[in-house]
C-alpha cells in the first residue's frame, strides 16, 4: 500500500508563498489521482485541490483558485502544491491524499483511501 509523507510546511507572512510536497513510496503512483485537504483547528477537513493521474485535469476550491497550483512528477511519485499570496484563513495541517480513481480530479473527501500525516502552514494575522 502506498504511503504518502508531506513536507514543506512552515511559518510566514501574510502574502507570502509556500511549496508543499508529498512523497509516495510503495505503491503505484503514478496511476491514481491525488489531492490536498487542509484542517484548522476545530474545523472539519476541506479539499484545496486535486488532480488526475496524467495532470490533465485540476480542481480547487474557490478561496484558493488563482493563487494555489498543483501539480505532479510521476517520474519522481511527487505531487506539489504551491501556495502564493498566502492569507491567515489559509492557516491549517495540510494534507496529501491518494484518490480511488484515476482519470478524474475528485474533490469529494469520501473519494480519496490514503492520507498523510500532515504538514502544518501558519499565516498569522
Known amino acids: 500500500q502506498v504511503q504518502l509523507v508531506e513536507s514543506g510546511g512552515g511559518l510566514v507572512p501574510s502574502g507570502g508563498s509556500l511549496r508543499l510536497s508529498c512523497a509516495a513510496s510503495?505503491?503505484?503512483?503514478?496511476?491514481?489521482?491525488m489531492g490536498w485537504f487542509r484542517q484548522a483547528p476545530g474545523k472539519d477537513r476541506e479539499f484545496v485541490a486535486s488532480?488526475?493521474?496524467?495532470?490533465?485535469?485540476?480542481n480547487y476550491r474557490d478561496s484558493v483558485q488563482g493563487r494555489f497550483t498543483i501539480s505532479r512528477d510521476n517520474a519522481k511519485n511527487t505531487v506539489y502544491l504551491q501556495m502564493n499570496s498566502l492569507k491567515p484563513e489559509d492557516t491549517g495541517v495540510y494534507l496529501c491524499?491518494?484518490?480511488?480513481?484515476?482519470?478524474?480530479?475528485?474533490?469529494?473527501?469520501?473519494?480519496?483511501?490514503?492520507w498523510g500525516q500532515g504538514t502544518q502552514v501558519t499565516i498569522p494575522s
Open positions: 491524499a491518494q484518490s480511488r480513481t484515476g482519470y478524474q480530479a475528485q474533490t469529494a473527501l469520501y473519494e480519496y483511501i490514503t
Open positions: 510503495g505503491g503505484t503512483f503514478s496511476r491514481y489521482g
Open positions: 488532480i488526475n493521474w496524467s495532470g490533465s485535469a485540476t
